[in-house]
T-cell receptor, first 115, second 116 residues
């Protein structure tokens, strides 16, 4: 079974802090993704990566950056945390597939609270 | 703009009963439709993926249908169990330039509660 592990289940940070969310997958997947999930809004794509050192902006990249130095690890960085970044953050991975028919495998999320 | 609408927003049924969740979409060009189950405090888990040519797909007590002409899908749960209590998310994939998954449009989910 694919395992996607997010380093923290719960985080509480102060406004203005730099925050690192870490995600590791163990199935040699090429694709990795960061989403945030808010009540009433569903999942929204922040950033994704198709390969080491590659990154692409998703729908809501403002205030975030990412790092993918190794294939198995994808980090989300909040440069200066703000209260509107309080959310559930979900990491996901998938194999690269030309048919686009493979599922995403999600981690269990990090619930971040910015005070 | 690509959109996925799910109904109802929430649903409460008694254990053992059947239920059907709906998903309507306007996504182009259509690649596939996925249903995910998300337990409280956990990440979503894939239930089914259906391509344009597939009308029905089952995964145990879960059966998904797809009508590509009307752009509608449903997820039918048979003989519900307490463990079915979760959010069910419909996700539609459009062909995209990269690995594909960046072309996903997520519905907001249906929150299902199974009562004993």
């Amino acid at each position: 079974d694919v395992k996607v592990t997010q380093s923290s289940r719960y985080l509480v940070k102060r406004t203005g802090e730099k925050v690192f969310l870490e995600c590791v997958q163990d199935m040699d997947h090429e694709n990795m993704f960061w989403y945030r999930q808010d009540p009433g809004l569903g999942l929204r794509l922040i950033y994704f990566s198709y390969d080491v050192k590659m990154k692409e902006k998703g729908d809501i990249p403002e205030g975030y950056s990412v790092s993918r130095e190794k294939k198995e690890r994808f980090s989300l960085i909040l440069e200066s945390a703000s209260t509107n970044q309080t959310s559930m953050y979900l990491c996901a991975s998938s194999m690269r597939d030309s048919s686009y028919n493979l599922p995403l495998h999600f981690g269990n999320g990090t619930r971040l609270t910015v005070t | 703009k690509n959109q996925v609408e799910q109904s109802p927003q929430s649903l409460i049924i008694l254990e053992g009963k059947n239920c059907t969740l709906q998903c309507n979409y306007t996504v182009s060009p259509f690649s596939n439709l996925r249903w995910y189950k998300q337990d409280t405090g956990r990440g979503p888990v894939s239930l089914t993926i259906m391509t344009f040519s597939e009308n029905t797909k089952s995964n145990g007590r879960y059966t998904a249908t797809l009508d590509a002409d009307t752009k509608q899908s449903s997820l039918h749960i048979t003989a519900s169990q307490l463990s079915d209590s979760a959010s069910y998310i419909c996700v539609v994939s459009a062909y995209a330039s990269g690995g594909g998954a960046d072309g996903l449009t997520f519905g907001k989910g249906t929150h299902l509660i199974i009562q004993p």
